[in-house]
Structure formats: C-alpha cells, structure tokens
C-alpha cells in the first residue's frame, strides 16, 4: 500500500508538471484527489491493516494529498499568471494614439430661437401658456371673432379631423383658454409657443406646418403704445439695438386695431436695397388691440379691460435673424446646415 501511494504520487506530480492548462490542471485534481480518485481506493483498504500500520498509512496518504494538492496550487497560480500575461499581450493599448472625437450635439436653431424669445419676455414678466395641438373650432375660430361662415377663415385653410374638430392654425386659442381661466380678472401676460398647422403648398417660404409663438396682455389701461413699446424692445433684442420697428394699418378679425410690424433692414439701415425691395423696412409679425368681441366671449369686461396681442412665425424670425433663404432647411435633417448654427451659442 505504501508502494502504491507513492507511484500515484509520483504520476500526479509527472502529470500536473505537464499541464498546459488551467482545465488539464482540474482533469488532474479530480482524477487523483476526487472521492472516485485512486487515492481513495487504497485509502479503504487501511480496514486489513493491523492496528499498528493504520496510523502510519494514514499519516503517508495525507502527506501524498498534501504534496499533490500543494503542486496543484501551485502550477495553478503560473497558469494562471501566464493567461493574464497573454491576454495583456493580445490587447495591449496603444496609450500614445490620439483619442477618438466625441462630436456634441447643438439645439436647433428653431429651438434656439424659441427659447431666446421665451427668455427675453419672462423678463419682461410674461408666463408660458401650451395648450392642444388638437383643437375645437370653438376655440381656434369662433372665440376669435370668426364665427362660421367668417370669410377671414379662408386666410387659414384648415386640417379638419371633424366638422368641430382641427388641428389648430395658430396658438391664439391658448390665450383664449388662458382668458377663461382667469373668470374675467386681470392681469393676464402670456406668450404661447407651438407647432400649428394650414393646408398649405410647402415651399421656400410656406411650410404645412410650422412654429408660431403669440403673446398677450389684459389689464385695466393698455394702450397700443404699450403694445408698440413691448415690441421695440423685442425688435433690438432679437435683431441688434441698431434696428427700428414700423407699424402699418392691417387687418385681423380677433384684434381692433390691428396692425403689421415690420423692422428696419440690416444691410441697408432703412435706405432701401434689393433685400428690403427698397423699403427700408421687412415685415415680421402681426399685432394689434384685443378686439372688444373677443375680450367678452373670454368673459372680460371691455369697458374695463383692453389688452394687445401679437404673433410670429418662428422659422421667419430664424430666416431674418440667421440669413435663411428657405424655410425647407430647417426640416431636411441635414447635418451640414444644423452644424453651422455651434457659431451662433451664447448670442
């Protein structure tokens, strides 16, 4: 039994030296020190020893485990070192190669606009309305002083879901929910962004849909010189401190007087040059004094309160501000003209 315990000692040994990895290394665990192994079938014949000889015999197997276990370990740690070697070998990092660009993305420039807009006039301590871009003709026509059959609705060529039904055709009825949340109480300071809609031809300077932001004020004592004012200062804050605003007679069914505001051409200085059509002047927007129907339909009383309103299209204000012939661009998803908006941040 001896004998035996030492030649499977010395095949373990011969056998774990061999081993070129960590699986033939287990193989070898298992074969010579498993419950199945041969070790343990010399071990359960100690039963025919005499009483004298099982000690020794026992004190001999566990010294033949001992060396077959501790060789295990450890051949087991220089396989191991040497896998770990190999695998930094074969990824092995070039630390002195450039780094790859991470290119950042940049609002739109339609975003941009918007919320320079929204952030000039809650200064001037106005509040954001949004309301549905699903509308009910109640709200988008009728509250507005164009009840049905009003030839002024043909201005606004409609996307009708249902005969009372439409995707809205400017943000105006924001401000009439807002009035008739406020029980016929001023003040009321609003501006509404948002995307409307018009069954239109979509071409360099029409689009079926697009962005419109409208603002509005009720209170006791407005005055079209206040309209004036609110907008001479959104006209240099948008544009330069250098530029003029000019209001011209117009017509709209919700506002009385209503008026077309329009600013002073930047590369002529209000001299006249082919971009102006030698006015001088570019039309931006569209104004006037709430109309007295209107500001009774929302519950106000108009011998107390008057307001003005007023409404622009954002991707204009982009093309005049930013030089934009085509208002198409702002759609197209092409990268090329999105990035050349990175010059403008922090303007």
Request: charged content about 30%.
């Amino acid at each position: 039994m001896q004998e035996t315990l030492k030649k499977l000692q010395e095949e373990a040994l011969q056998k774990i030296e061999v081993a070129s990895d960590l699986k033939e290394l287990n193989d070898v665990r298992v074969a010579y020190l498993g419950k199945k192994g041969p070790i343990t079938e010399v071990l359960r014949g100690m039963g025919k020893l005499s009483a004298e000889e099982r000690p020794k015999m026992g004190a001999l197997a566990n010294e033949v485990r001992a060396a077959i276990g501790g060789s295990i370990e450890k051949k087991q740690a220089q396989l191991e070192e040497a896998a770990v070697a190999a695998k930094l070998a074969k990824e092995k990092i070039d630390v002195t190669l450039p780094g790859y660009t991470v290119k950042a993305g940049n609002p739109h420039p339609l975003t941009k606009i918007i919320e320079e807009i929204e952030d000039l006039f809650i200064g001037m301590g106005y509040e954001v309305a949004e309301g549905p871009e699903v509308e009910q003709d109640y709200y988008n026509f009728e509250a507005l002083n164009l009840p049905k059959g009003h030839p002024a609705r043909d201005m606004q060529d409609s996307f009708y879901i249902t005969e009372e039904t439409l995707m809205r055709t400017h943000t105006s009825p924001v401000q009439v929910r807002t009035m008739l949340n406020h029980d016929g109480k001023g003040p009321v300071k609003i501006i509404c962004p948002g995307k409307v809609y018009r069954r239109d031809n979509d071409d360099a300077t029409h689009s079926h849909q697009f962005m419109q932001i409208e603002g509005l004020v009720v209170d006791k004592n407005i005055a079209m010189s206040d309209l004036s004012g609110t907008l001479e200062v959104f006209a240099k804050k948008m544009f330069g401190e250098d530029r003029m605003i000019r209001l011209r007679p117009s017509f709209f069914p919700f506002t009385e007087p209503s008026v077309e505001v329009d600013i002073s051409c930047k590369i002529c200085a209000g001299k006249g040059c082919n971009v102006c059509k030698g006015t001088g002047y570019i039309e931006v927007l569209g104004a006037g004094m709430v109309h007295p129907n209107v500001l009774k339909m929302a519950g106000f009383d108009p011998e107390v309160y008057s307001g003005f309103a007023f409404g622009m299209g954002v991707e204009r204000i982009a093309m005049l501000k930013y030089g934009i012939d085509d208002i198409r661009h702002f759609y197209s998803n092409d990268i090329r003209f999105l990035k050349q908006f990175d010059r403008y941040e922090g303007q």
